[in-house]
């Protein structure tokens, strides 16, 4: 198992980092959540969960330890996967995301893309005595947001990624866009895009 990676960023995108690690190259499935966090950065220390299957091993980064165990806590669940663990940190941080759980706050979970009322459900039955157990995991400090050149296009390519289709994503991002016509970066534009779809 590979706890983490501690190396230079030479790529990154809202659902995605390059990172380059004595020489090799790991690409890392991240949340925007994650993204929000290391976007300023050349170098960092990324958490990690590989995940196997019979098609594929696949490689999740969280920006800290916190984020890791939420995301680890949501695929125990039946008919929650990787992709739908990482669209509910991308939606909201896994501190909200705990607080929904443990305060039986189903509705706010269906509002998920991939997070049906039986699953919201399933998911609060199953995880709710587990985050109510106090914890000493505390998010590491240190990271910064900034506004992206090319927002609109990063949020949408973002979107796609998460497995919107183009046009969901184009109507939510329009729709977005003349609510809140004051949101700049692409990480803003993820976040209302996800909650208003």
């Keep these: 198992m590979i706890a983490y990676l501690k190396g230079e960023l030479t790529q990154k995108a809202p659902t995605y980092v390059i990172m380059e690690v004595n020489g090799v190259g790991y690409h890392v499935n991240i949340s925007l959540n994650t993204y929000s966090k290391i976007q300023t950065l050349t170098a960092c220390k990324i958490f990690t969960h590989l995940h196997i299957n019979e098609d594929a091993h696949t490689l999740y980064g969280f920006a800290d330890e916190i984020e890791r165990q939420t995301f680890l806590h949501l695929i125990s669940i039946s008919g929650v996967g990787p992709s739908t663990a990482r669209m509910v940190l991308s939606a909201m941080p896994p501190e909200e995301v705990q607080q929904a759980i ?54 949408l390519a973002a979107l796609l990624a998460l497995g919107f289709s183009r046009p969901q994503a184009d109507a939510g991002l329009q729709k977005m866009l003349k609510t809140k016509p004051d949101v700049q970066t692409a990480e803003e534009m993820i976040k209302w895009t996800l909650k208003m779809m």
Excluded: W, Y
């Design 102 to 155: 443990v305060n039986e706050q189903a509705v706010v979970l269906e509002k998920i893309k991939g997070i049906g009322p039986k699953t919201a459900r399933r998911i609060i039955l199953e995880l709710k005595d587990k985050m109510m157990k106090p914890g000493d995991l505390k998010p590491t400090a240190g990271f910064a947001t900034f506004a992206s050149a090319a927002p609109r296009q990063e949020a």
